[in-house]
C-alpha cells in the first residue's frame, strides 16, 4: 500500500481533529484530497524543461563569435588579395637600370636594379664571363621584389672598349632595362 494511504488511514482513525494535518500533509505530498491515488504516468506530468538559467546568452555568445569569425574571414580574404595585388603592382613598377661606369684603369663598376628572378644573379655572373670579365667584387641587396648589385669587374686579356658597350647592352637586355646615356 502506497505510503499516503497508510498516512491518510491512520490520520482518519485519530479523529477530526488531525484532518487538519491531513490537510497539511497532502499538501506536503501534494496529493489530491479523497481521491483514489493513482500511479502518475508520463501523460500526466507536467512537461519538464531542464535549461540552463545561461543557455540563451551562451547561444547569443556563439552567434555572435561565428558571425565575427566569417567577417573576420572575409577581411582576410579580402587583405590577402589586395596585398597581392599590391605587391604586382610593386613588381611591375620595378625600374631596371643598367650603369656601367670606370673605376680606374681596367677597372669598372657595373651596377643593376631589378626585380628579383630565381637564378638571375648566378646567370648575370655567367654572361659577365662570357664576355671576357673577370668579377672581382659583388654587393648585392634584396628587399621584397628589387635587388640591386654592384660588380666590380675587370676585362680580361683581348677585350677593348667596343666590349664595355656590348656588355651593358647584353646585361640590360638580360634585365630588361632601358639603356640609359
Known sequence: MPRHHRLRDFMAAEGPESSNAMDFVN???DVGGDEECAEPTLMDLPEIRYKSKNLEAERRRRNKLNNKLFTLRSLMSKE???TDAIDYIKQLQVERKVELSPMGHNKFLLKITCENRRGGFTKLVEVINSLGFEVTNVSSVAFSYVSQSVFFIEPKDGVTASMMSE??????AFVGASEEP
Open 167 to 172: 656588355l651593358k647592352e647584353f646585361v640590360s
Open 80 to 82: 590577402s588579395t589586395l
Open 27 to 29: 499538501t506536503v505530498l
